[in-house]
T-cell receptor, first 116, second 113 residues
Framework: NAGVMQNPRHLVRRRGQEARLRCSPM?????VYWYRQLPEEGLKFMVY????????ESGMPKERFSAEFPKEGPSILRIQQVVRGDSAAYFC??????????????FGPGTRLTVL | QQQVKQSPQSLIVQKGGISIINCAYENTAFDYFPWYQQFPGKGPALLIA?????SEKKEGRFTISFNKSAKQFSLHIMDSQPGDSATYFCAASVSGGYQKVTFGTGTKLQVIP
C-alpha cells in the first residue's frame, strides 16, 4: 500500500512564477491537509480539503495561494507570483476521514520549494 | 491562543540515556496530543499520542507524561539509541470532526554512541 505521494520533491521557481505542488493521498483516504514548514520551525496548518470541497482554509494566505482536491486526481496546492518568503517545505497529509479528531494523519515526504 | 511551546530546541544524549522533551500549551480546548518523529528529508510520522484523561502513556521505549493542570506534556525516550536521532514535534488538536493540528517548533535530538 503506497503511502502519501508528493511531487515534485524539489521545486525551484523565480520570483513572479507559479508553483504547483501535487499530493496523492493514501489509497482509501478522502481527507487531505496541507502544511508549510519554514526552516527551523514546526509545521503550520494551511488548508483541509475533502473531495471537491475546501473545508478549512484558515491557515492559508488570502492572496496568491489556492488549493483544490478534485473528484479525480491529486490535490493541488497552487502558489501564484511566488516571492522569496514562500521558500519552505510543503507537506501534505491524508487521513481516512472517519470524522474523529484522532484520525491519524499520514504525511508525505514534502515538496521543498526554493524561490530565487 | 493556539500556540504549543516546545523545548529544548536541540538535545544531545548518550546512547542508553533518557531523552526528555517538554511542551506547554495555552488553549484549554486542546484534547488530543500527538508526538511526531521526522527524519531528514522525510515527512513527520506519528510516534505516540495521548488524551488528557490519562496522565501517562507508554509504548515501548517512548512515554508521554501529561499534566493537565499545568497544561504541560513531555516525551521521554528511554534507552536512547542512535537510530532515534531525528527531529521530534509535539502537537495538539481539538476534537470536533477533523484534526487541525498545531505543532510545536521541534526538538532536534542527537544520540551519540
Amino acid at each position: 500500500n503506497a503511502g502519501v505521494m508528493q511531487n515534485p520533491r524539489h521545486l525551484v521557481r523565480r520570483r513572479g512564477q507559479e508553483a504547483r505542488l501535487r499530493c496523492s493521498p493514501m489509497k482509501g483516504h478522502s481527507h487531505v491537509y496541507w502544511y508549510r514548514q519554514l526552516p527551523e520551525e514546526g509545521l503550520k496548518f494551511m488548508v483541509y480539503l475533502q473531495k471537491e470541497n475546501i473545508i478549512d482554509e484558515s491557515g492559508m494566505p488570502k492572496e496568491r495561494f489556492s488549493a483544490e482536491f478534485p473528484k479525480e486526481g491529486p490535490s493541488i496546492l497552487r502558489i501564484q507570483q511566488v516571492v522569496r518568503g514562500d521558500s519552505a517545505a510543503y507537506f501534505c497529509a491524508s487521513s481516512p476521514g472517519l470524522g474523529r479528531s484522532t484520525d491519524t494523519q499520514y504525511f508525505g515526504p514534502g515538496t521543498r520549494l526554493t524561490v530565487l | 491562543q493556539q500556540q504549543v511551546k516546545q523545548s529544548p530546541q536541540s538535545l544531545i544524549v548518550q546512547k542508553g540515556g533518557i531523552s526528555i522533551i517538554n511542551c506547554a500549551y495555552e488553549n484549554t480546548a486542546f484534547d488530543y496530543f500527538p508526538w511526531y518523529q521526522q527524519f531528514p528529508g522525510k515527512g513527520p510520522a506519528l510516534l505516540i499520542a495521548i488524551r488528557p484523561d490519562v496522565s501517562e502513556k507508554k509504548e515501548g521505549r517512548f512515554t508521554i507524561s501529561f499534566n493537565k493542570s499545568a497544561k504541560q506534556f513531555s516525551l521521554h525516550i528511554m534507552d536512547s539509541q542512535p537510530g532515534d536521532s531525528a527531529t521530534y514535534f509535539c502537537a495538539a488538536s481539538v476534537s470536533g470532526g477533523y484534526q487541525k493540528v498545531t505543532f510545536g517548533t521541534g526538538t532536534k535530538l542527537q544520540v551519540i554512541p
